[in-house]
T-cell receptor
């Protein structure tokens, strides 16, 4: 079953605006990761935040994690048309080699 | 860094026909390997993972099987395809010490 659930399912904004996507999960995690998928392509890892971290930055990306609420957010600042993609959160429960559990994703459209 | 090759990129197969999707990894040794399936507009479902040659773990009962004949080769197979096997299949491997996944470009399977 899906561990992460992204919200909203779809988001359309104007170029230059900030985009915020949220992720909720159900069980304890070791870390939470965000991935990006361009249409018809594989996923690309964006950023990882550990369970003992609250905020992390990478370029125009800012990720927050609230383990008490079992939620995370991904903020993309000063969006560009090239940011149009689907964004997925994935949780690592740290139980072994059985990979990550992905949500259904947020489809982000940046209007030029 | 790791590079994952998947083929074929696109496949259209009749119901009841066999399937073989291949995945090879470069740039790492003894990786954990994964097969995910992504249905249209959905998140990723983990199908199989492998921690070593000949070691396969299945996450869901299904019509598919996986094999790992070499350290950096992972194969997804079926003897008789069903309509429900249609989807986008992604191979992934672990990289680094933090558990992030590297993905191939995917294989899109349509069963008619």
């Amino acid at each position: 079953s899906q561990q992460g659930e992204e919200d909203p399912q779809a988001l359309s904004i104007q170029e230059g605006e900030n985009a915020t996507m949220n992720c909720s999960y159900k069980t304890s995690i070791n870390n939470l990761q965000w991935y990006r998928q361009n249409s018809g392509r594989g996923l690309v890892h964006l950023i990882l935040i550990r369970s003992n971290e609250r905020e992390k930055h990478s370029g125009r990306l800012r990720v927050t994690l609230d383990t008490s609420k079992k939620s995370s957010s991904l903020l993309i600042t000063a969006s560009r048309a090239a940011d149009t993609a689907s964004y997925f959160c994935a949780t690592d429960a740290g139980g072994g080699a059985d990979g990550l559990t992905f949500g259904k994703g947020t489809h982000l459209i940046i209007q030029p | 860094s790791q590079t994952i090759h998947q083929w074929p990129a696109t496949l259209v197969q009749p119901v009841g026909s066999p399937l073989s999707l291949e995945c090879t990894v470069e740039g790492t040794s003894n990786p954990n390997l994964y097969w995910y399936r992504q249905a249209a507009g959905r998140g990723l479902q983990l199908l199989f993972y492998s921690v070593g040659i000949g070691q396969i773990s299945s996450e869901v009962p299904q019509n598919l099987s996986a094999s790992r004949p070499q350290d950096r080769q992972f194969i997804l197979s079926s003897k008789k395809l069903l309509l429900s096997d249609s989807g986008f299949y992604l191979c992934a491997c672990t990289g680094g010490r933090t558990g992030e996944l590297f993905f191939g470009e995917g294989s899109r399977l349509t069963v008619l």
